[in-house]
């Protein structure tokens, strides 16, 4: 009784930052990457998923808000939380970096099991999803699509959303989908094994 249903979070700890891809630790350890606009909850889901609010502040960290965050779980592998988008204080040469980075990222990390994608569920299929999700395609990357911010919505339209999204992207092959509430926990457990499964991969 120790495979993935079991777990009810993933324990994690700070590695390192690096600001691009050329800095990254050697890719010797499976990853999972979570990317998402400012706002839509990364922060929140990562608290989630680890059980550890120390650890999304890092991310939050001045400084460490462009960098790719790496964190080592305990099962094995890495989790990494790639730079918000779309933050609009942020200048414009602090965003084509982003891009770069996360670009080169998503395309060239060998060590990239899969990507979750945090939306929050009132506003999904922004410009810059489309983006990662046409970089991922290309790439043969698998992602999970996580409709934050559930908890918003009544539970018709909820659903109604993850209907509408589901078939926007259906043309995405390597593409999964869940509603999610980082605040209450709902959905915590498909997103973990979800999570698990690829860093079990090698
Ligand atoms: P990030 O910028 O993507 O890392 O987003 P944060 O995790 O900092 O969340 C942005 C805001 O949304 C904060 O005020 C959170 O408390 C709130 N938030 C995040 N997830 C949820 C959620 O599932 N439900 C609700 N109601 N609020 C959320």
């Keep these: 009784m120790n495979n993935a249903h079991n777990l009810s979070r993933i324990d994690s700890k700070f590695l390192m930052s690096a600001p691009n891809l050329k800095q990254c630790p050697a890719p010797e350890k499976t990853e999972v990457a979570f990317a998402g606009r400012s706002n839509a909850g990364k922060s929140s889901v990562l608290n989630q998923v680890t059980g ?3 650890l999304a502040k890092v991310s939050k960290t001045p400084g460490r808000t462009q960098m790719i965050n790496f ?3 305990n099962i094995g592998g890495l989790l990494v ?3 918000g988008y779309g933050y609009a204080k942020s200048s414009k040469s602090a965003q084509i970096q982003w891009q770069k980075a996360v670009n080169e990222y998503l395309s060239f990390r060998e060590s990239l099991q899969g990507l979750i994608l945090v939306m929050d569920i009132r506003h999904p299929d ?3 999803d489309r983006e990662i999700l046409n970089w ?3 790439s043969g990357l698998d992602v999970h699509i996580l409709l934050n911010k559930s908890d918003k919505l009544g539970n018709n339209k909820k659903l109604d959303t993850l209907g509408k999204t ?3 992207y259906s043309a995405y092959k390597n593409t999964s989908i869940q509603t999610f509430s980082a605040l209450k926990g709902k959905g915590r457990e498909e997103l973990i094994n979800k999570i698990a ?4 991969r090698h």
């Design 197 to 200: 499964g690829w860093l079990k």
């Design 81 to 83: 939380d790639l730079p």
């Design 136 to 138: 991922a395609d290309e």
């Design 71 to 73: 964190f080592e779980a």
């Design 166 to 168: 589901r078939l926007k």
């Design 126 to 128: 922004q410009d810059y």
């Design 52 to 54: 550890n609010k120390s």
